[in-house]
């Protein structure tokens, strides 16, 4: 019943901005945590940003300063706000989220992820 939907991925020239979003959908279920991965074509996936339901924060080296992580818990969806882009940001960004489910008598915690939206940056 849970399902991550996420948007925002686009084409942007090296210096914008872009917004990225993931909601999470469906019923009888709660999000312990949320994060944005990425991966890069012939590179391995890297955790991009991370918050924990209180709203902790976790950022990756190379993008500490220029992206924020935030979340909407009445919403249920998390957000990557990410500011002068570099090329090197280009890579396919996924959603993944640390959630009970609670559909089954017995609750059940998993990594949900994402389908991924692309994000180019031109030079």
């Known amino acids: 019943q849970v399902q991550l939907v996420e948007s925002g991925g686009d084409l942007v020239q090296a210096g914008g901005s872009l917004r990225l979003s993931c909601a999470a959908s469906?019923?009888?279920?709660?999000?312990?945590?949320m994060a944005w991965y990425r991966q890069a074509p012939g590179k391995q996936r890297e955790l991009v940003a991370a918050?924990?339901?209180?709203?902790?924060?976790n950022y990756a080296d190379s993008v500490k300063g220029r992206f924020t992580i935030s979340r909407d818990n009445g919403k249920k969806t998390v957000y990557l706000q990410m500011n002068s882009l570099k090329p090197e940001d280009t890579a396919n960004y996924y959603c993944?989220?640390?959630?009970?489910?609670?559909?089954?008598?017995?609750?059940?915690?998993?990594?949900?992820w994402g389908q991924g939206t692309q994000v180019t940056v031109s030079s």
């Open positions: 918050i924990t339901s209180g709203g902790s924060t």
């Open positions: 469906g019923s009888l279920f709660s999000i312990n945590g």
């Open positions: 993944s989220a640390d959630l009970t489910s609670y559909s089954t008598l017995t609750p059940r915690t998993g990594r949900y």
